[in-house]
């Protein structure tokens, strides 16, 4: 069974600050996803990292996939009351999405 | 395009009961999925559909059931409801196997 393990679980910043959220696994990932999920709804994907190494920027989200794809990291500059929500990342192995394994979650409070 | 439309969003079953959760979408997807989310257990694959008349089961199945009459909708049913099902329920769909999930917003469902 894979596992993947985001740290820390929650985060409790002030706006402006920047932070640094991760994903880690003893296995190897064909693909990497990250979602945010808002309260009372569902996770909405934010990117996929592919190639071991991958830097993907979002605007003020800077996603890296590690040189061995086996870990994630998610770092946002200047965070905003928008930030706010429980981060999750996907690890996929196989091609498919029924092959998905999900991280717990960080859940990130940004307050103004 | 409304997405992926799961309800009822809430629901409170006694022991013993049954229901269905209805989720439907309008994106013409082939693939879909539904998962369940505890508290810090992040998201684990219930059943999951390539197509309409075929389903598989996914990583924790038990207790649960679905059918796939049209491409448009997967109904999950929950025969004797106990406790341990007590969840946040969704639904998702993707073009392809490989491709982005989109989720519903969820069911939250309380079995007492």
């Known amino acids: 069974t894979q596992l993947l393990e985001q740290s820390p679980q929650f985060l409790s910043i002030q706006e402006g600050e920047n932070l640094t959220v991760y994903c880690n696994s003893s296995?190897?990932?064909?693909?990497l996803q990250w979602y945010r999920q808002e309260p009372g709804e569902g996770p909405v994907l934010l990117v996929t990292?592919?190639?071991?190494?991958e830097v993907k920027k979002l605007k003020r989200l800077t996603f890296q996939f590690g040189d061995a794809r086996k870990d994630s990291s998610l770092h946002i500059t200047a965070a905003q009351p928008g930030d706010t929500g429980l981060y999750l990342c996907?690890?996929?192995?196989?091609?498919?999405?029924?092959?998905?394994?999900f991280g717990k979650g960080t859940l990130l409070t940004v307050n103004p | 395009n409304a997405g992926v439309t799961q309800t009822p969003k809430f629901r409170i079953l006694k022991i013993g009961q049954s229901m269905t959760l209805q989720c439907t979408q309008d994106m013409n997807h082939n693939y879909m999925y539904w998962y369940r989310q505890d508290p810090g257990m992040g998201l684990k694959l219930i059943y999951y559909?390539?197509?309409?008349?075929?389903?598989d089961k996914g990583e924790v199945p038990n207790g649960y059931n679905v059918s796939r009459s049209t491409t448009e909708d997967f109904p999950l049913r929950l025969e004797l409801a106990a406790p341990s099902q007590t969840s946040v329920y969704f639904c998702?769909?993707?073009?392809?196997?490989?491709?982005?999930?989109?989720f519903g917003n969820g069911t939250r469902l309380t079995v007492t």
């Open positions: 996907a690890g996929e192995d196989g091609g498919s999405n029924y092959k998905l394994t």
């Open positions: 990292v592919v190639t071991g190494g």
């Open positions: 998702a769909s993707s073009y392809a196997d490989w491709s982005p999930l989109h």
């Open positions: 296995s190897v990932f064909s693909s």
């Open positions: 559909s390539v197509g309409a008349g075929i389903t």
